[in-house]
């Protein structure tokens, strides 16, 4: 029997979540189709080698290879990084990169948020057919339409847009490569953000949800369940969004931060004991601070 074609995941991490990221990796080949193999690329922020070989010796490799790219090298010539005034990590954007560094014969790629843990067979994300739609995601259910007066796009109206239009979470994107390099879609949205920054609250779902309005598959919203919800025993996906269990002020659903240490677990990382506020906030200043050198 031939064996299957190699499922393409992306995602992008720096020293600091690589352990989010090792459990998701574990939970990924738990629950996917048996001898159904997957590339795993990471965007490397900064990783230190002896954590990328930690991460190397978690992983199944019957099952998951992984393939390491810079974060520096990923971003095509001529292509800037907006500079938001968030606290998020320059790295959320390595996400609008990925149709130009993959393998062009790969047409479907699956981004992930490494602060998740997935309970479900992710092949079945791969199956959704995207017509003729640029990505497939999951209704954000925070914020769910433009005029949403928490998180949307507040200045829908300056740009033609319903304040009824639906908003998409960006933690997890199945997306159509060729379509998006067509459409230039990244060049779009580094350029709404630019000027659109006073707006841009979640920055980088600002831009994909502006340039992609009504233009996206909608999924199952078990897909991207955030963790502050308990409406749902068993969704196929936990998206730990607020505060991570890696912290010990994590005070959600604690189902599923035992979810999530069952997987960390089966890693180098066994045993790891949560950790306090302080490491959150010198995290946060870093990011805050990366921007700010490349202001000048």
């Not at 919800?229 to 269990?245: A, N, S, W």
Request: hydrophobic content about 40%.
């Amino acid at each position: 029997m031939a064996t299957p074609k190699p499922l393409t995941v992306v995602v992008a991490c720096d020293n600091h979540y690589l352990i989010l990221l090792a459990a998701l990796i574990k939970s990924i080949e738990a629950n996917i189709s048996s001898g159904q193999p997957i590339n795993v690329y990471v965007i490397e922020d900064k990783l230190t080698a002896a954590n990328k070989q930690k991460l190397q010796r978690s992983v199944n490799k019957n099952i998951t290879t992984l393939h390491w790219q810079k974060m520096e090298e990923v971003i095509p010539a001529g292509m800037q990084l907006p500079l938001d005034r968030s606290s998020y990590p320059l790295n959320i954007y390595m996400r609008l990169f990925i149709p130009y560094f993959i393998p062009k014969e790969i047409e479907k790629v699956l981004y992930l948020d490494v602060d998740m843990i997935v309970q479900a067979d992710i092949t079945t994300i791969f199956e959704n057919d995207l017509g003729d739609n640029v990505v497939a995601a999951v209704l954000d259910p925070r914020i769910i339409t433009f005029d949403n007066s928490w998180g949307g796009v507040l200045n829908y109206g300056e740009l033609g847009l319903s304040g009824k239009t639906r908003y998409f979470n960006t933690g997890l994107l199945l997306m159509q490569t060729k379509n998006w390099r067509e459409q230039d879609v990244t060049t779009k949205i580094i350029t709404c953000i630019d000027n659109n920054k006073k707006f841009a609250n979640y920055p980088d779902q600002y831009g994909l949800n502006v340039v992609l309005a009504n233009k996206w598959l909608e999924l199952n919203p078990l897909w991207n369940h955030f963790s502050t919800i308990d409406t749902v025993e068993k969704p196929f996906l936990i998206h730990f969004v607020e505060r991570k269990p890696i912290y010990q002020s994590y005070n959600y659903n604690p189902d599923f931060k035992k979810t999530f240490y069952f997987y960390l677990d089966q890693t180098e990382w066994k045993n790891f004991k949560p950790i306090g506020e302080s490491s959150r906030y010198i995290k946060k200043f870093k990011n805050i601070w990366s921007k700010v050198k490349k202001m000048f």
